[in-house]
């Protein structure tokens, strides 16, 4: 039995392990370390309740009475700067350390920037507590808004924004909106809900660069037009936090390069959530995944790795969702670009309908747009077709 | 009492949704025969839980995840931090009946 384990990073994946810790009966010291000062927050409402101001910051608390029972160590606002393989230690920007028996990396990912808008005021990204509040001051004053990225978070500001009463325009260098996680027809339908609800949506065309001094204007396009823009959001996608790994004998791949069961190549440590490279023995190869119940679930299997007991549980399909002008959209399953789309219930037109994708004859991937029971059903059988873990 | 459907409308692994007769709409569920009954939107945000995810005697909330125990009506795990109520669930002559406003034996 270790003595003490860190869990470095304090949101969901953190919490998560270290809930799943002590669920596992695991009686030693647990230090949770954030870099954040804030105690773990649910991120999703980020753009969108709490954007619109529907949810207050308690509303977005993970943390209930029952996590005092577990007798947690926080070092909250404080950031990882290194992990010392040999001594076990994570190294600290306070110059402190923490020993640790066992280590799970839970550091996640941060939102990537454009290049060239730092010190630009008005051009926003979205991934933080700290990021939500400051849009939302910036959103409150109105105008027009451009949002960089047509992804889930992009659509998801711009929806939100539009209830604010902002002209939005949403700025898409792909041909078709969310054709990764979609595929391009799907993307598309779910792209023509901007146009349902007043958002101008320009895809395929690329950003030259910002204009502005001191704060924003406008965004220039590359093919050489200008959006007046007094609020820019910039939803280009999430880059793990890995750089304070790079001395630490931790192989990075994309992320913290894990097998299936979270093992990283270091023994006594794990990795979890957005910032780590899992195999997935669906896909073949090491996928980070960036979803909200990956990071809720895939603790339980890395806790087990690390204590040296059977994970139990059999991995879950890989799920999200997202909401949109009203819409909910929920996808399950894992999408390759040549299967089969098929319609099964209602009509894209109407904007409410399941889709499912096949290939060679058989469901791999699900797509309900308001149909939440349907929807369920289906996610329940892609799982059961799930092979268990090796 | 508020009747819900004869028992064989309502097979294991199934849910129903009430609205008829009751204060706020309650999820029946039948879990191998035993019937719960809670409320039926998430505590969490508006979705009904008789859409949800049965597992065991636990139901997944459809949208987002959340888990609810069916016996006591705690959540699980995140986003929901709130329990649903319980209500109890007679069967009298074949048809499942509600007692809303009357908590399940056991719940918290």
């Known amino acids: 039995m270790t003595a003490t384990v860190a869990v470095v990073g304090a949101s969901l994946a953190g919490l998560s392990a270290a809930r799943a810790l002590r669920a596992r009966s695991y009686d030693g010291r647990v230090v949770v370390i954030g870099d954040e000062a804030h105690a773990p927050y649910d991120r999703p409402p980020l753009s969108k309740e709490f954007l ?292 099964v219930e209602g009509s894209c037109a109407d904007r409410s309908f399941l889709a499912v994708y096949e290939r060679d004859g058989r469901p791999v991937a699900v797509l309900g747009v308001d149909q939440p029971r349907l929807f369920t059903r289906w996610r329940r059988q892609l799982r059961s077709a799930e092979p268990a873990l090796p | 009492m508020v009747p819900v459907c004869p028992t064989d409308a309502l097979p294991p692994g199934e849910a129903i949704r009430v609205t008829a007769d009751v204060p706020a709409p309650v999820a029946v569920f039948n879990v191998d025969g035993e019937f719960y009954a809670i409320d039926d939107t998430c505590t969490h945000q508006d979705a009904s839980l008789a859409d949800g995810w049965l597992e065991g005697c636990a139901v997944e909330c459809p949208l987002h995840a959340s888990c609810f125990d069916l016996r006591t009506g705690m959540p699980s795990g995140p986003p929901a931090k709130t329990p649903v109520r319980t209500h109890a669930v007679t069967v009298v002559d074949g048809v499942v009946h509600l007692q809303v406003g009357v908590a399940a034996e056991g719940a918290a």
């Open chain 1, 52 to 343: 619109a101001g529907t949810y207050t910051r308690e509303d977005l608390a993970l943390g209930t009475a029952a996590d005092e029972a577990l007798d947690l160590d926080w070092r909250l606002g404080t950031t990882a700067v290194g992990l010392d393989r040999g001594r076990r230690a994570v190294r600290l920007a306070d110059g402190s350390e923490v020993r640790a028996d066992g280590v799970v990396l839970a550091t996640g990912a941060r939102a990537r920037r454009l290049p060239g808008t730092e010190g630009l005021a008005g051009v926003h990204v979205l991934r933080s507590l700290d990021d939500a509040v400051a849009l939302r001051a910036d959103l409150l004053a109105g105008g027009h808004l451009v949002v960089i990225g047509a992804g889930f978070i992009g659509a998801e500001v711009a929806s939100t924004a539009r209830g604010l009463g902002l002209d939005v325009t949403v700025v898409e260098t792909q041909p078709v909106p969310l054709a990764g996680p979609l595929g391009a027809r799907m993307g598309a339908v779910c792209a023509e809900v901007h146009a349902d609800h007043g958002t101008r949506l320009l895809s395929g065309t690329g950003v030259a660069r910002l204009v502005g001094t001191g704060r924003v204007e406008a965004v220039e396009l590359a093919d050489g037009r200008r959006l007046p823009a007094d609020v820019v959001v910039v939803g280009i996608g999430a880059v793990p936090n890995v750089e304070w790994l790079a001395d630490s004998g931790v192989t990075l791949q994309g992320g913290v390069l894990t097998d299936a069961r979270c093992a990283t190549d270091v023994p006594g440590v794990v990795a979890v959530g957005d910032c780590a490279s899992s195999w997935s023995p669906e896909a073949g190869r090491a996928v980070r995944v960036e979803h909200w119940t990956h990071a809720l679930e895939q603790p339980t299997t890395a806790v087990a790795t690390l204590l040296g007991t059977d994970p139990g549980t059999r991995p879950a399909v890989p799920y999200f969702w997202s909401e949109q002008y009203g819409h909910r959209i929920q996808f399950a399953g894992t999408r390759g670009d040549g299967d089969d789309v098929r319609v």
